[in-house]
């Protein structure tokens, strides 16, 4: 997402501050929805699922043998799923022999 890189350039305490207008107009983004976005703040639901998905990720890449380093990612393999989850989707697929 180029949302951040937007709300950096245009910072008081970045060294050449790049008004937001220049800076959608340059990258090809509408003002509006990157305003909205930045009222919006993320809420810790969902950034927990975003790092659910990011050590996901990085386990299914593990898996494939992609190349990544066993040492810095091994914390990774230990990020829980969330008991809730975990339950869910197995009470689910107990339940519906089709999936």
């Known amino acids: 997402m ?13 060294p050449p501050r790049v008004p ?6 340059v990258l090809g983004l509408a003002r509006q929805p990157y305003y909205r976005w930045l009222a919006r703040p993320v809420t810790d639901t969902e950034l ?4 659910r998905a990011d050590a996901l990720e ?4 593990i898996l494939r ?3 990544i380093s066993w040492g810095l990612w091994l914390p990774l393999l230990c990020v829980p799923a969330g008991r809730p989850r975990v339950c ?5 697929s107990r339940d519906d022999p089709a999936q």
């Open 20 to 25: 937001v207008a220049v800076t959608c107009r």
């Open 65 to 67: 043998g992609d190349g």
């Open 2 to 14: 180029t949302y951040p890189l937007v709300r950096e350039l245009a910072a008081a305490a970045a």
């Open 88 to 92: 869910t989707s197995a009470a689910r």
């Open 58 to 61: 990085m386990r299914l890449q």
């Open 48 to 51: 927990a699922g975003a790092y």
